[in-house]
């Protein structure tokens, strides 16, 4: 049973989803971009070599809100997604192994990347926006870095929570327990060390793998 390497990784570390069918889903801490209306893209050193850029918005949603002011309520949090996206398959993985579809609402971006990046189509949080980067201007008028999905959106508070996939799958793996039945932990703490090694592996060796083979 490999399902418990799911959720390995902070910031910029890989993981493994094995879905308890059998289906296995590879991600990598990090989210799909998009260059429209953004000043930092892809980040080289003077060699040349891909160096993935941090996401921006780092703030997490617990069970009392205790950690960031960000509780865990149903109805409250909205997904941004791209189904085109690797990084942001993980959190609609998430989302529907523990049963939070009715709890966490989610906006699906079209597929293409066109002159002002992620397109929206109808009706968000925010009423209807026709770009996924004025989600991010919402926030901060001034935002010049990486626009990209996943987004989690705290629509009590109007603001980004957290846009780094990997840290957003880990939220919906505990803090939202009290409203599922579905009480599995897929992180389990016995079994971090070597999920976190395993997903370490995977992430630089495949899953960034292909962007620095694509732009070497």
Known sequence: NVVGACLGGAESTGLIVAVAVGAAVIGAGGGC????????????????????????????????????????????????????????HRTLIFRKLKKLDEMISVSIVKPEMLSHGWELDGETPLGELNY?????????????????????????????????????????????????????????????????????FVYDNINNGVYKTGFA
């Open 33 to 88: 971009r998009t260059e429209a209306h953004v000043e930092v893209g892809i980040a080289g050193a003077a060699g040349g070599e891909f160096i993935r850029q941090d996401a921006q918005f780092r703030q997490w949603v617990c069970a009392d809100g205790s950690r960031d002011g960000f509780k865990a309520e149903p109805g409250r949090y909205h997904l941004f997604v791209s189904l085109a996206c690797p990084w942001a």
């Open 132 to 200: 996924l980067h004025q989600v991010y201007t919402a926030v901060k008028p001034d935002y010049s870095g990486r626009v990209t999905v996943p987004v989690l959106w705290d629509k009590k508070t109007q603001t980004i929570v957290n846009n780094e996939s990997s840290e957003i799958i880990r939220m919906l793996n505990s803090a939202f327990d009290a409203f599922t039945d579905v009480k599995t932990d897929f992180y389990p703490s016995a079994l971090r060390g070597e999920i976190d090694e395993i997903n370490a």
